[in-house]
């Protein structure tokens, strides 16, 4: 709770930037695959010009991508709100990141395992590479934490995201606004 009051300044001011220079909605909302692949609704900031369903063809993530969401996005602050997800107890500060829905049907029993435990807003696989990680390395580490969580590998990777952070590394695969769709 005292993180969340720390971080309202910073809150407040990126939705305040958000809306002043995209409009509404300021938020991101999606369902995800939570523990057990339970869906709940994950909050973001908006990093995106909103799709519009009139056109013949949805834009690519690429071209909806704004400036300020790749701001964002490099810097991490468009995860600033799943921090109420975390308070409502559908995710944890670390774990494996909650994919789309539609991927849960994709996945072997292996992968499956990724939701014996809350999804976090970062994990092992984040610290090792986010979004620039293949498929199947990203599953193999996110089991790999599944079989190892502790207090002390939470520590860890939290300190560790804060240098990825910093370094801004691994945000997308390259030639991809984030990453490519996994397949199965």
């Known amino acids: 709770m005292m993180v ?6 910073v809150l407040a001011v990126t939705s305040l930037v958000v809306y002043i220079l995209m409009g509404r909605p300021i938020f991101f909302r999606q369902a995800r ?13 908006r990093t995106m010009k909103v799709a519009r369903t009139n056109e013949a063809e949805v834009s690519s993530d ?15 602050l468009d995860e600033f709100p799943e921090l109420l997800n975390v308070l409502r107890g559908e995710m944890s500060l670390v774990g494996p990141r909650p994919l789309l829905m539609e991927y849960v049907g994709r996945y072997n029993r292996e992968q499956f395992r ?4 809350l999804p976090g ?6 610290v090792h590479g986010r979004n620039e990680l293949p498929w199947s390395e990203r599953f193999q580490l ?13 520590v860890k990777i939290l300190w560790l995201t804060f240098w990825k952070i910093l370094r801004r590394d691994g945000i ?3 030639g991809q606004a984030t990453a490519a769709p996994f397949e199965g």
């Not at 695959?33 to 900031?45: H, R």
């Not at 807003?121 to 984040?126: E, K, M, R, V």
């Not at 089991?143 to 190892?148: D, P, Q, S």
């Open 62 to 76: 690429q071209v909806r991508l704004t400036r300020l969401g790749r701001l964002l996005r490099c810097t991490s």
């Open 172 to 174: 997308n695969q390259p």
């Open 121 to 126: 807003i970062t994990g092992w696989a984040q």
């Open 4 to 9: 969340l009051i720390g971080i309202l300044p």
């Open 142 to 154: 996110d089991v790999w934490y599944v079989e190892n969580v502790s207090w002390k590998l939470d």
């Open 33 to 45: 695959p939570g523990l057990n692949a339970v869906p709940f609704t994950i909050l973001k900031f």
């Open 114 to 117: 990724r939701h014996d435990v």
